[in-house]
């Protein structure tokens, strides 16, 4: 066995294994970091592919990005497990069947003789020096413009789309404009007023007087 | 290489050779966080007109080690409450990427430890990784302060994240490669001959300002620090670390600090080249001084901005960081697009 084969089967041992817990574990927070371990395992996938580019925007968009703010939600809620658990048998049957049906249909498309799987040749190893972020480069916007485009176009839709759902103005909002804040002068906020001194002319301060000298 | 190779056989002699190398990397590199936590009480002392630690060894010299011994022997303490597991994962998540984009930083030509074709990207994807170690950190104390450190240090790193990245594109557009050793060498070419004015800080002038004060915001320093805010939440995510667990922290946001100066020096301030020109000999020529003088400078400015700004307020970092940077960015993206399309452009 190659030690490519034994990282493959190490990696492929820890993603089945982090991608098990993502399911099964009892706090929402730790499934969030076991699926960061999958995404982590897999990107090791790709490097043994080598696809490090790939690898790479997979660990910098889903686990750099994607994932942060995830978790940022997930520990914000306040999740009461036990209700959760409630109607677990409940839903059971269900969800089994479903699990089963698309199991099924994937076994089925995988072993069909139509998709000839055993036909792929492995892909031969690229040189040392072959730059595979300029290969693709080169084929998305070639060969596969209208796709990426297309797919760009929806991105952007969808970018929109969220900001403006959540620009909505509050009424007890207390944003303040910057450019406004520091045009601020000492004179709009403070007024000082000239007074003379006030001597108080009070009856008491004789009898003090009186009280000290005896 | 081939002496370990010879005595250990192929695949073992190339592994034991990596692992010198990263030591080589990692041990300079702990000196230097351990003499840059001096340095930063020393400038800072001096610009307060005080003369800062000067006890310990000759002209305070020792005090690092000191430091360092007295961490060592504190007790770690774990909160009765807290997540255990991840109250301990959370300082380790934190350095592991601290320490591991060092891997693909060039020291000088062709001095790297791995020189892969997208070592840029490989860069912005290990440090994207550093904000798990606060968060997690900041969740499984199980404490109030430290998760709101966790939650500001998370919303300000993803938002700087964006403008720091689109302030990369620039450079990879200009250099045409994601190989940092190239990114280095195209800023040694161009129309200004090679010389201080064909870096990429004049051309890429807005990029280099939001990435370095991006760096700021992304390594939690101040004025950026809200993340940790001692006189709002404390200490911010690591209130409940003590001993060794919070020196990891610490070793961890110095060494991000010193890789933000290296990649600004590689990217923006032509890395190991000379200022001069070759002919001035010594001083003319390229190595790992250069590179070394211009991360003390960047360096140097890190300590600066402590010592001279206030710390921002929440909603002003936000501002900051989504609708003048990411803007400024984007512009200059188009600018330069243009830019190395008209006649006037300065690349090949």
Known sequence: ?214 | MEFFQSLLGNEAGLAVWTLLKIVAIVAPLMGAVAYLTLAERKVIGYMQLRIGPNRVGPKGLLQPIADGVKLLMKEIILPTKSNKTLFLVGPILSIAPALAAWAVVPFGDGLVLANIDASLLYIMAITSMGVYGVIVAGWAANSKYSFLGAMRSAAQIVSYEIAMGFALVGVLMVSGSLNLVEIVNQQGAGMAGGSILSWNWLPLFPMFIVYLISGVAETNRAPFDVAEGESEIVAGFHVEYSGMAFAVFFLAEYANMILIAALTSIMFLGGWLSPFPASWGLLGASGFFWLAVKMALVLFCFLWFRATFPRYRYDQIMRLGWKVFIPVTLVWVVVVGAWMMSPLSLWP
Do not use: C
């Open chain 1, 1 to 214: 066995m190659s030690f490519t084969m034994i990282v493959f089967y190490v990696l492929s041992a820890i993603l089945l294994f982090s991608a098990f817990r993502v399911i099964t574990a009892k706090n929402p927070v730790h499934a969030a970091l076991w699926l960061v371990l999958a995404f982590f395992t897999s990107a090791g996938h790709w490097l043994l592919l080598e696809a490090e580019f790939l690898a790479i925007s997979l660990v910098l968009v889903y686990v750099g990005a994607v994932m942060v703010l995830f978790l940022f939600v997930v520990m914000m809620l306040d999740i009461n497990v036990e209700q959760l658990r409630e109607g677990f048998w409940r839903h059971f049957p269900l969800a089994a069947t479903v699990g089963l049906i698309m199991a099924a249909e994937m076994a089925l498309i995988l072993a069909a003789p139509e998709t000839r799987l055993a036909d792929y040749a492995p892909a031969a190893p690229l040189a040392a020096d072959a730059s595979n972020v300029k290969q693709l480069g080169l084929e998305i916007y070639t060969t596969y413009l209208m796709p990426f485009e297309l797919a760009a176009v929806l991105l952007l839709l969808a970018i929109v789309a969220a900001i403006a759902l959540t620009q909505r103005e509050r009424k007890d909002g207390k944003y303040v404009d910057p450019a406004r804040q520091v045009e601020v002068k000492a004179a709009d906020r403070v007024r000082v007023v000239k007074m003379d001194a006030v001597r108080e002319e009070a009856p008491q301060t004789e009898a003090a007087d009186a009280a000290q000298s005896q």
